[in-house]
């Protein structure tokens, strides 16, 4: 029997093991993550789990896939767990950003594990400040028994709220073992069914007041979650912040000023050790215990302030709470001398120790006017922290040496800006006679054509010219997160349980970016889906700069041209079609067959960018009003409400609709001419005669631009 399945008992888990327990008990259905210790065994965990319970889980090929692949899984309602040390966060940070604008709307659960004294190598960071920069809500266990108990209830907060969580643990919680109670494994309690809802002000970043909305809605998220975790005491029975009393009465005759301790992450396990053997010497020092971290609980921190005049914060890397504190006594006015890594006292690097903790509440009594009983200035040579501890005469020079702090960190926004400025309603069109129109629409045919409308089909976008797709008529995109990520998503759209075809689409661009990791990865899964590459050889949207795909350096010269194909097979894909996108039959036909096609299929759409000026056919076209038959039956008007194309123009000023073509813009890409039903689209100069081109005439055409190379 598995160690992590045994219930009713008190289990010995490491921290790592805990977050993976408490996920399985909570439902989680889709767990990734990219090994790297610390941090390796939350996954390596559950995986002998998959089968029994139902699990997806991966080894995805980098840490961004990974929480692409898991955030597609929450997308569609699931809860999802995506892995990492710290390293990998900052691999994943472009998609993070994304995510957390979006939020979820099943849960997602970040682990993230800081190797804090960097036993394991790699840069030491401190990961709080991906939770700032994304309004993420973050907890941070100071034992394994917390990191159950939080990941427990960042699973909750998270699909109550929306917002992905993280569980921020640090080297030494992640391999520590402690006993710990553990619940029941309740998983069917928690599955819903998968179930994905277009929605692109949410999903995407094509609108700047969409981007403006989902921030405002990231800091409401935040906000809310901050309120849930004050709850979980009475909700879930586990105190997210605590105080632990001391006796901070001061009488009038006394010359020692109140102490406290304000303290976040591992540095409490050891307060708590220090607390079990001197019990006495704690009896007068409260200690404010902070399992959030972000949002940092303001009130309770005022509060715990209001009763010291002296108190010591105590957190392994960075003055990210020290800092906070400082801010938030100077907008209260309150005054209480803070000490911590500010004043040069605790280090910035590397992980505390015993001895450290010691010797900084030497200094707490010193300053509280005590006298020092703590042993002082303890340099074990095994402790990273403490290579690094200054000494306490030191920390008045440190004092000195403090550049002002940045007291503009206000949580209550005096300066609020009103995110509600509308922005120019203006819809992003594809130019005339794009090649991604043409490849879009070959989609929507394929999907009506294979029984299914375009809403029950997911497409997932990427980053580029290509996500535009997502908007009228075409509605082809859902989704848009980073570079390359459309992949990812959909896998784990697949993961979640969607059974309908689902296709990623991404440009040739966003493939080699990113999207060669993501291919790997879904062709690793087993997964069916399909990836639409439009590759126009370029980075069209920015400028028409060359990628690996344009045979030409950035400055002009002949180089290799990479073979996109060539790529796609190389990942292990097995189904590969090169198409022209104008070739529509064709195109349908390949998408079709693609949707079908068990495990990941590739469709390329190769042609290039229209801005570069090429006439796809030889005339642009023109409208024969003989033979339009809007009003009198083209009720839909397919050409004008299908095709999207800015050089089609509708008039509503006659009788009937009035349809006509901007000869100067068109490019003769035929697509019109194939939506019409009534052949009444026809290349400028056969409009009249009898040997006018048809629309199926286009279809197929050799065209101008395979004859340039
Ligand atoms: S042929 Fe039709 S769809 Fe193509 S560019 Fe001209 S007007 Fe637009
Ligand atoms: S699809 Fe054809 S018949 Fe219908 S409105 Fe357009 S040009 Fe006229």
Same mark, same amino acid.
């Given at each position: 029997?598995?160690?992590?399945?045994?219930?009713?008992?008190?289990?010995?888990?490491?921290?790592?093991? %805990?977050?993976?327990?408490?996920?399985?008990?909570?439902?989680?259905?889709?767990?990734?993550?990219?090994?790297?210790?610390?941090?390796? #065994?939350?996954?390596?965990?559950?995986?002998?789990?998959?089968?029994? =319970?139902?699990?997806?889980?991966?080894?995805?090929?980098?840490?961004?896939?990974?929480?692409?692949?898991?955030?597609?899984?929450?997308?569609?309602?699931?809860?999802?767990?995506?892995?990492?040390?710290?390293?990998?966060?900052?691999?994943?940070?472009?998609?993070?950003?994304?995510?957390?604008?979006?939020?979820?709307?099943?849960?997602?659960?970040?682990? %993230?594990?800081?190797?804090?004294?960097?036993?394991?190598?790699?840069?030491?960071?401190?990961?709080?400040?991906?939770?700032?920069?994304?309004?993420?809500?973050?907890?941070?266990?100071?034992?394994?028994?917390?990191?159950?108990?939080?990941?427990?209830?960042?699973?909750?907060? !998270?699909?109550?709220?929306? %917002?992905?969580?993280?569980? @921020?643990?640090?080297?030494?919680?992640?391999?520590?073992?402690?006993?710990?109670?553990?619940?029941?494994?309740?998983?069917?309690?928690?599955?819903?069914?998968? +179930?994905?809802?277009?929605?692109?002000? #949410?999903?995407?970043?094509?609108?700047?007041?969409?981007?403006? /909305?989902? +921030?405002?809605?990231?800091?409401?998220?935040?906000?809310?979650?901050?309120?849930?975790?004050?709850?979980?005491?009475?909700?879930?029975?586990?105190?997210?912040?605590?105080?632990?009393?001391?006796?901070?009465?001061?009488?009038?005759?006394?010359?020692?000023?109140?102490?406290?301790?304000?303290?976040?992450?591992?540095?409490?396990? =050891?307060?708590?050790?220090?607390?079990?053997?001197?019990?006495?010497?704690?009896?007068?020092?409260?200690?404010?215990?902070?399992?959030?971290?972000?949002?940092?609980?303001?009130?309770?921190?005022?509060?715990?302030?209001?009763?010291? /005049?002296?108190?010591?914060?105590?957190?392994?890397?960075?003055?990210?709470?020290?800092?906070?504190?400082?801010?938030?006594?100077?907008?209260?006015?309150?005054?209480?001398?803070?000490?911590?890594?500010?004043?040069?006292? @605790?280090?910035?690097?590397?992980? =505390?120790?015993?001895?450290?903790?010691?010797?900084?509440?030497?200094?707490?009594?010193?300053?509280?006017?005590? !006298?020092?009983?703590?042993? #002082?200035?303890?340099?074990?040579?095994? !402790?990273?922290? &403490?290579?690094?501890?200054? !000494?306490?005469?030191?920390?008045?020079?440190?004092?000195?040496?403090?550049?002002?702090?940045? @007291?503009?960190?206000?949580?209550?926004?005096?300066?609020?800006?009103?995110?509600?400025?509308?922005?120019?309603?203006?819809?992003?069109?594809?130019?005339?006679?794009?090649?991604?129109?043409?490849?879009?629409?070959?989609?929507?045919?394929?999907?009506?054509?294979?029984?299914?409308?375009?809403?029950?089909?997911?497409?997932?976008?990427?980053?580029?010219?290509?996500?535009?797709?997502?908007?009228?008529?075409?509605?082809?995109?859902?989704?848009?997160?980073?570079?390359?990520?459309?992949?990812?998503?959909?896998?784990?759209? #697949?993961?979640?349980?969607?059974?309908?075809?689902?296709?990623?689409?991404?440009?040739?661009?966003?493939? =080699?970016?990113?999207?060669?990791?993501?291919?790997?990865?879904?062709?690793?899964?087993?997964?069916?889906?399909?990836?639409?590459?439009? /590759?126009?050889?370029?980075?069209?949207?920015?400028?028409?700069?060359?990628?690996?795909?344009?045979?030409?350096?950035?400055?002009?010269?002949?180089?290799?041209?990479?073979?996109?194909?060539?790529?796609?097979?190389?990942?292990?894909?097995?189904?590969?079609?090169?198409?022209?996108?104008?070739?529509?039959?064709? &195109?349908?036909?390949?998408?079709?067959?693609?949707?079908? +096609?068990?495990?990941?299929?590739?469709?390329?759409?190769?042609?290039?960018?229209?801005?570069?000026?090429? @006439?796809?056919?030889?005339?642009?076209?023109?409208?024969?009003?003989?033979?339009?038959?809007?009003?009198?039956?083209?009720?839909?008007?397919?050409?004008?409400?299908?095709?999207?194309?800015?050089?089609?123009?509708?008039?509503?000023?006659?009788?009937?609709?009035?349809?006509?073509? /901007?000869?100067?813009?068109?490019?003769?890409?035929?697509?019109?001419?194939?939506?019409?039903?009534?052949?009444?689209?026809?290349?400028?100069?056969?409009?009249?005669?009898?040997?006018?081109?048809?629309?199926?005439?286009?279809?197929?055409?050799?065209?101008?631009?395979?004859?340039?190379?």
């Amino acid at each position: 029997m598995n160690v992590l399945t045994v219930t009713g008992k008190r289990l010995f888990l490491t921290g790592d093991e %805990a977050v993976a327990r408490a996920a399985l008990e909570v439902g989680v259905e889709v767990a990734t993550g990219y090994p790297g210790n610390p941090g390796t #065994k939350a996954i390596t965990a559950l995986i002998p789990l998959a089968q029994q =319970y139902g699990m997806a889980v991966e080894w995805s090929v980098n840490e961004k896939v990974a929480l692409e692949v898991a955030t597609g899984a929450a997308w569609a309602g699931k809860r999802s767990l995506v892995g990492m040390k710290m390293s990998g966060v900052n691999v994943m940070a472009d998609s993070l950003l994304s995510i957390a604008h979006s939020g979820v709307t099943g849960a997602l659960v970040i682990y %993230a594990v800081d190797d804090v004294g960097v036993y394991y190598g790699m840069v030491e960071q401190d990961t709080r400040y991906y939770a700032q920069l994304t309004s993420l809500p973050l907890l941070m266990p100071a034992i394994p028994e917390e990191a159950y108990a939080m990941t427990r209830i960042a699973f909750t907060v !998270s699909e109550q709220t929306g %917002a992905p969580v993280f569980v @921020l643990s640090t080297t030494a919680v992640a391999n520590a073992i402690t006993a710990m109670k553990v619940g029941k494994i309740e998983r069917d309690m928690h599955t819903r069914p998968a +179930h994905f809802a277009r929605n692109l002000a #949410k999903f995407t970043k094509a609108a700047p007041q969409w981007c403006r /909305d989902q +921030h405002t809605d990231t800091i409401k998220r935040l906000e809310q979650a901050g309120e849930l975790f004050k709850k979980a005491s009475e909700d879930y029975g586990t105190s997210l912040v605590f105080t632990i009393p001391g006796q901070v009465e001061r009488t009038p005759s006394s010359e020692i000023k109140r102490s406290g301790i304000i303290v976040a992450g591992v540095s409490f396990a =050891y307060l708590q050790e220090l607390r079990q053997h001197y019990p006495e010497r704690f009896a007068d020092i409260p200690i404010l215990k902070l399992g959030v971290v972000n949002p940092l609980p303001q009130r309770e921190i005022l509060d715990f302030l209001a009763h010291v /005049d002296i108190a010591l914060v105590l957190e392994e890397l960075d003055p990210i709470i020290e800092t906070q504190v400082m801010a938030l006594m100077a907008e209260t006015g309150l005054k209480v001398e803070i000490s911590g890594k500010r004043d040069g006292l @605790l280090p910035r690097v590397g992980d =505390y120790s015993l001895e450290l903790i010691e010797t900084a509440l030497a200094h707490l009594d010193e300053l509280a006017g005590r !006298s020092p009983v703590w042993i #002082k200035l303890r340099r074990p040579e095994s !402790s990273a922290g &403490m290579q690094e501890m200054p !000494s306490l005469a030191g920390s008045k020079e440190g004092v000195a040496n403090q550049e002002t702090p940045d @007291l503009n960190h206000n949580g209550q926004n005096k300066f609020h800006i009103h995110s509600e400025i509308a922005a120019l309603p203006r819809s992003l069109e594809f130019c005339p006679g794009c090649p991604h129109r043409m490849t879009y629409y070959a989609l929507n045919r394929a999907i009506e054509q294979s029984g299914f409308t375009k809403d029950e089909v997911i497409t997932t976008g990427d980053v580029g010219c290509t996500i535009i797709g997502m908007n009228a008529p075409l509605d082809a995109c859902w989704t848009e997160v980073s570079m390359g990520a459309s992949i990812g998503i959909a896998q784990g759209f #697949k993961y979640a349980g969607i059974e309908r075809p689902v296709l990623a689409a991404m440009g040739d661009g966003t493939f =080699y970016h990113n999207g060669i990791a993501g291919l790997l990865n879904a062709v690793q899964s087993g997964v069916n889906l399909t990836l639409i590459i439009l /590759d126009n050889s370029k980075i069209a949207m920015t400028g028409m700069q060359p990628d690996p795909g344009t045979g030409r350096r950035t400055t002009g010269e002949p180089s290799v041209r990479a073979d996109i194909a060539m790529l796609v097979r190389g990942c292990g894909v097995e189904y590969v079609k090169r198409l022209n996108p104008y070739d529509l039959p064709k &195109m349908i036909n390949a998408l079709q067959d693609a949707m079908l +096609h068990p495990g990941v299929s590739v469709v390329i759409a190769e042609a290039p960018c229209t801005m570069q000026g090429v @006439l796809i056919n030889e005339e642009p076209v023109q409208v024969d009003q003989e033979a339009c038959m809007a009003g009198r039956g083209c009720e839909d008007t397919p050409c004008y409400h299908k095709v999207g194309c800015p050089s089609v123009l509708l008039s509503l000023e006659d009788v009937r609709p009035h349809l006509s073509i /901007d000869t100067a813009t068109c490019v003769a890409c035929g697509l019109c001419v194939a939506a019409c039903p009534y052949d009444a689209i026809k290349p400028l100069p056969a409009v009249g005669k009898e040997e006018s081109i048809t629309g199926n005439a286009f279809a197929g055409v050799q065209l101008r631009y395979l004859l340039q190379d």
